[in-house]
Nanobody
Framework: QVQLVESGGGLVQTGGSLRLSCAAS????????MAWFRQAPGKEREFVAG????????VYADSVKGRFTISRDNAKNTVYLQVNSLKPEDTAVYYC?????????????????WGQGTQVTVSS
């Protein structure tokens, strides 16, 4: 059983940056692909970014390409999401998820383990 705890969210102005972290415990972190999803008020949860267990492969939603960067530190059992050039439409609860697959998947139902989320609010 993998436990995930996100942190790093907050209130920022348009154009600002944050670094979200997701600390994992209870499993062999380096065996899991990791992903970030987000859910805005009144909307369905959507894929943001994913990274393979080794860190060699990354996948991004078109809406965040060039602004967000996912990375991981397997020695620290932590995955990060650097979010830059934030826009009001990035306001959402951001969740990290873990799953063991051979490729990075973007479908939330494929991820069995989830954190509780961290709120990101971007003011205009």
């Amino acid at each position: 059983q993998v436990q995930l705890v996100e942190s790093g969210g907050g209130l920022v102005q348009t154009g600002g940056s944050l670094r979200l972290s997701c600390a994992a415990s209870g499993g062999t972190f380096s065996r899991y692909n990791m992903a970030w999803f987000r859910q805005a008020p009144g909307k369905e949860r959507e894929f943001v970014a994913g990274i393979s267990w080794s860190g060699s492969n990354t996948v991004y939603a078109d809406s965040v390409k060039g602004r967000f960067t996912i990375s991981r530190d397997n020695a620290k059992n932590t995955v990060y999401l650097q979010v830059n050039s934030l826009k009001p439409e990035d306001t959402a609860v951001y969740y990290c998820a873990a799953g063991r697959y051979t490729v990075v998947v973007t479908t939330q139902s494929w991820y069995p383990y989830w954190g509780q989320g961290t709120q990101v609010t971007v003011s205009s």
